[in-house]
């Protein structure tokens, strides 16, 4: 890796916003270190290198203490500082609570929620140090909802977003910089991982996940606090969510999240 370059790193990038992001990074001049789970790391990470840039590939299940360490391991053994950290790494779950798998929604907090905790603490440690840094974390405008038959994914989120608000108010007096997002319902993996399709929610019109990475990057490259990202539709849905009462989000997310919801819609 070049040592003039400044250096990003994007979980999740395998695909969809994370993909992307790392896409609007490299065509800034961002030298990469981009992170997944899966096969698809390494088909993104030679597409990235099209750009005139550096790009290291670290596939690692961040939903455990050693992933996260091998992910950090890697970063830190480029001996360079860490211009931006994009933590966008997140999976969800669909269906009623009593029915879903504890150990599938526990792999939703350890992914959202842990994950984020633990890189976030190694990483602002050292920005905070030299003064100087941005984090991007993607929260979702799910945060901002009573997750009715996605419980454990909608409160995931809404920690993301209180979690961020806490540490800009900490970290006001110092050169670093924390951007939360808040991406709606986009045209990635996600409603087939969280077995979804079925719901009008996974079936419904959605954002395009280079249109949120683009609003995403400049929200974090100027230092926004908090942005909701996508079509105006999704940006409409994030005012109106701030004054509709949680028991009338709470019943609307019923009727688009339910198993089978999708199929009475049809």
Known sequence: MSDNAPLAVVTGASRGIGYELARRFAAHGFDLVINAEDDALAAAAEELGAAPVDVRA??????????????????????????????????????????????????????????????????????????????????????????????????SKSFLQSFVQALQEELKETGVTLTSVMPGPTETDFFRRAGMLDTRLGRMRKDDPAQVAAQAFDAV??????????????????????????????????????????????
Do not use: C, W
């Open 221 to 266: 490259m100027s230092g926004r606090p908090k942005l909701v990202t996508g079509s105006a539709a999704t940006k409409a849905q994030g005012i109106a969510d701030r004054v509709l009462p949680d028991r009338l989000k709470a019943a609307a997310h019923r009727r688009v999240a339910e198993p089978g919801s999708g199929r009475k819609a049809g």
């Open 58 to 155: 670290v596939q690692a299940d961040l939903r455990t203490e050693a992933g996260v360490e091998e992910l950090y391991v890697a970063v830190t053994s480029t001996g360079r500082p860490v211009d931006t950290v994009a933590l966008n790494a997140g999976v969800g779950q669909g269906g009623a609570f009593i029915d879903t798998d504890l150990d599938d929604d526990l792999a939703v907090i350890d992914l959202n929620v842990v994950s984020t905790v633990r890189l976030a603490k190694r990483f602002l440690k050292e920005m905070a140090a030299r003064d100087e840094g941005r984090m991007l974390v993607t929260s979702s405008i799910a945060a901002t909802v009573p997750g009715s038959f996605q419980p454990v994914y909608n409160a």
